[in-house]
């Protein structure tokens, strides 16, 4: 296993590394302290093991590296796992994988930033499997998380949230925004609510009746 510490089964999230943009070694560290299972993607192998990342299963297509050269790489007890499928992309070979074995949620990382259509389609996979498994994409700026109706939950005052649809949302509702919705529709790209803040400390509460929305709690960086 991957943590220092003991953890039930299904208790805490696996954390999922993917080959985008680094994040902070303080947040990196922060997630490997509370995960029981740690899956890299291969495009980050040679990243991960530069910093010293311990791991339980590499996995993708291996199209840098073939499986003998990996097995060389990485600890004995790796689970090393081919998933050739180039109808899907290595982050969906990894929640699939994730799913799998059972695992509740999933915290991703590396995900965001350098190559747009990696991210982009990264971002869709949050929708694509948001009643499978628990999912959120953790940079140093931000937190994004697909969110059902009747979601709710505490915030300090002033906290930047953007509601982002990923098709049609309609009858949306929240409270304690500064700029709050109420039975209005939201559709990308027509119309999103970014860059909304919490209007005091407390809970903030959604709602709405159909359609795919994103929780995105963001910092400014100045």
């Not at 291996?62 to 796992?81: A, C, G, K, L, W």
């Not at 979601?151 to 509702?173: A, G, Q």
Request: with cysteine.
């Amino acid at each position: 296993m991957s943590s220092h510490h003991i953890v039930r089964e299904g208790q805490e999230p696996a954390l999922l590394i993917a080959n985008g943009e680094a994040c902070s070694r303080e947040l990196l560290d922060q997630l490997l302290e509370w995960s029981p299972y740690v899956v890299v993607l291969d495009g980050a192998l040679e990243r991960v093991i530069h910093l010293g990342i311990k791991f339980d299963a590499i996995l993708g297509d291996f199209d840098v590296y073939n499986r003998d050269e990996i097995s060389h790489m990485v600890q004995p007890n790796t689970e090393v796992v081919y998933v050739p499928d180039q109808e899907k992309t290595d982050l969906e070979k990894g929640l699939e994988f994730l799913i799998s074995k059972k695992f509740a949620a999933v915290n991703i990382i590396w995900a965001t930033g350098k190559r747009s259509d990696h991210y982009i389609n990264n971002i869709a996979a949050l929708a694509r499997y948001k009643d499978q498994i628990n999912l959120v994409m953790l940079d140093n700026y931000s937190k994004i998380y697909p969110i059902s109706t009747g979601f709710k939950k505490h915030f300090s005052e002033h906290s930047n949230v953007s509601l982002i649809p990923l098709n049609k949302v309609e009858n949306l509702k929240t409270s304690n925004l500064v700029w709050n919705l109420n039975n209005e529709t939201l559709e990308y790209p027509y119309r999103t609510s970014s860059s909304n803040k919490v209007l005091a400390t407390g809970i903030v509460e959604v709602s709405f009746d159909s359609g795919v929305l994103l929780m995105m709690e963001c910092i400014d960086v100045y």
